[in-house]
């Protein structure tokens, strides 16, 4: 891979002559090029070399049908805002793909100049990129490529991407840039449109913190080696982003953030500062002769971008609030299969640690929360008393509130991180817990619930806990209104593994079936104790549904 070497005013295809390299990453080198075919007269352009194998298959021809074919169609997709690809062809061991010039500055030299963003800035081309990623993957088109080389930023904000059609063309193009490939490219397995998101947080991860997540090794598998094993230092300088960019860099791609939470956390960043977006615009770089031929840029107009942003939150809001709402046990059964309680986090899925899986700023992401009531304090045993319009307390000395990437928060102890999730469409249940700390909270969403949160527990739920060794109900299932909502709580004990643990959940109904629970399980001699109570107590005091 990478055996071409070309210099300055070569020609490349017998007429593009190449001038001066303006990006260079792994395995590919971005060239300020004019284009001698037409006669007297030459035009600027930009040419793209990327290394090729050894095939003597022919793919590289196959390559370059693949990338013009797919960059048509993306054009269609996004006028505008994907390069337009006038030439591919293959010479020298390498792929050159040839662009009309692109009136804008790279990214990766607008970064290697000024450092770092601010975060409304980053915010404002992560939603640009986002647009053009949720256009590409509705049509089934995955970049697989994306990196800061791979995008210019206008003068007036907006960007322009290349290299869509370059991945599983050959088997060199997913090197171009190591250091932004997805854990499951680095891993070389099969991508899709999470390897795209993935490759966004990196974007946002380098805009903020003047470094990318994972750097580059020298050698690519290196590089990739620790894009797949290594923990993500925490953002110093995300601010709003933080979370949102922790949650679209997880090792594992089921547990990125989706693209309407991204855009929702996203377009709060922009909306906090509008003013912002406008600082320190790029200046489109043409070289030579060229630079007196730019035409002007549009100017940006803050009143379409306002409301641009306030359509986005209104949209985004009711999406979240219809995806993130809803009671326990009811998803389809899941319940039958796994205890209440869960195995300490020595046993869960490693690589995750550091990587936004802690109740403090390295959480899983979630947008910032909306005021919601507090519910008074309540004992395990006792049905609390809405207070809707009660302020948020202060947490306790120990805790730490936690944001999910799905749409709901809790102060969780110290120590305390997400051990597991489990989905099943829609529905999901998300594990959390110390090392080496026998207690778990269990938080579940469903959206099949029925009216009675009572008879939810009765019917669809403690039909599954009986499958456990020595089930036994505590009492009485006991109605209860929590936020402001119909709700039931439920308390029994089982053995779970040869420990006898002791669990109280809480359902809520939120409407259209849709549903939430909280379970809190610690061992059945312990359950007594101030601090497990406490946890409880606060627990229940502080989890929110962010969209409510």
Not at 338 to 343: H, V
Not at 418 to 429: E, I, S
């Amino acid at each position: 891979m990478g055996r071409a070497h070309v210099s300055t005013h070569q020609l490349v295809a017998g007429r593009y002559r190449l001038l001066e390299i303006i990006q260079r990453e792994t395995n590919r080198i971005c060239w300020y090029a004019e284009d001698t075919g037409n006669g007297e007269f030459s035009r600027p352009c930009l040419v793209t070399q990327v290394g090729l194998p050894e095939d003597p298959r022919g793919s590289e021809r196959r390559a370059a049908a693949r990338l013009l074919r797919t960059t048509e169609n993306m054009a269609l997709l996004c006028p505008g805002r994907i390069a337009t690809v006038v030439d591919a062809v293959e010479e020298a061991g390498a792929l050159w793909t040839v662009n009309e010039w692109i009136d804008g500055t790279p990214l990766g030299e607008l970064l290697s100049e000024q450092g770092t963003f601010n975060y409304v800035r980053a915010a404002r081309i992560g939603l640009e990129l986002l647009d053009v990623l949720d256009a590409a993957h509705a049509q089934g088109i995955t970049h697989g490529e994306l990196s800061p080389g791979q995008v210019f930023v206008r003068e007036d904000h907006s960007v322009v991407v290349t290299g869509f059609g370059l991945a599983g063309a050959t088997l060199a193009p997913r090197l171009t840039a190591p250091a932004y490939a997805s854990p499951e490219q680095a891993r070389d397995q099969r991508i899709g449109p999470a390897a795209d998101l993935w490759a966004l947080g990196a974007i946002l991860y380098t805009m903020v913190e003047g470094r990318p997540p994972f750097r580059d090794r020298g050698r690519p598998e290196n590089t990739l080696k620790g894009v797949d094993r290594l923990p993500l230092r925490t953002p110093v300088r995300a601010g709003p982003l933080t979370q949102a960019v922790q949650g679209l860099l997880r090792k594992d791609s089921r547990e990125r953030l989706t693209r309407p939470v991204v855009h929702e956390a996203l377009t709060r960043a922009l909306s906090e500062d509008p003013e912002a977006a406008l600082a320190s615009a790029p200046v489109p770089r043409l070289r030579g002769a060229y630079a007196a031929l730019r035409p002007g840029s549009p100017a940006w107009s803050r009143r379409t971008m306002v409301a641009g942003t306030a359509l986005a939150v209104v949209t985004v809001a009711v999406a979240v609030l219809a995806a993130t709402q809803g009671l326990p046990g009811t998803d389809g059964g899941s319940d039958a299969a796994e205890s209440p309680a869960r195995p300490p986090a020595s046993a869960a899925t490693p690589g995750e640690s550091t990587g936004g899986d802690g109740p403090d700023p390295s959480g899983p992401p979630s947008p910032p929360p909306s005021p919601s009531p507090t519910p008074t304090p309540s004992s395990p045993s006792s049905t609390p008393t809405p207070t809707p319009s009660a302020p948020a307390t202060a947490l306790p000395p120990g805790f730490q509130r936690y944001r999910a990437p799905e749409g709901f928060s809790v102060a969780l102890p110290e120590g305390f991180k997400r051990l597991d999730t489990d989905r099943d469409g829609d529905a999901y249940r998300v594990v959390f817990g110390g090392e080496g700390d026998g207690r778990t909270l269990a938080v579940t969403y469903s959206e099949q619930a029925g009216p009675d949160p009572v008879a939810v527990w009765r019917d669809d739920v403690e039909p599954n806990l009986k499958q456990a060794d020595d089930y036994d109900r505590i009492g009485a299932i006991r109605a209860t209104t929590y936020l402001g909502r119909k709700a039931a709580d439920m308390e029994w004990t089982a053995d779970i593994d040869g420990t006898r643990v002791h669990t109280l959940g809480r359902g809520i109904l939120l409407g259209g079936g849709r549903s939430f629970s909280l379970r809190w399980t610690t061992p059945d001699a312990d359950w007594d104790d101030a601090a497990n109570q406490q946890a409880l107590r606060t627990f229940f005091k502080t989890f929110r549904v962010e969209s409510d």
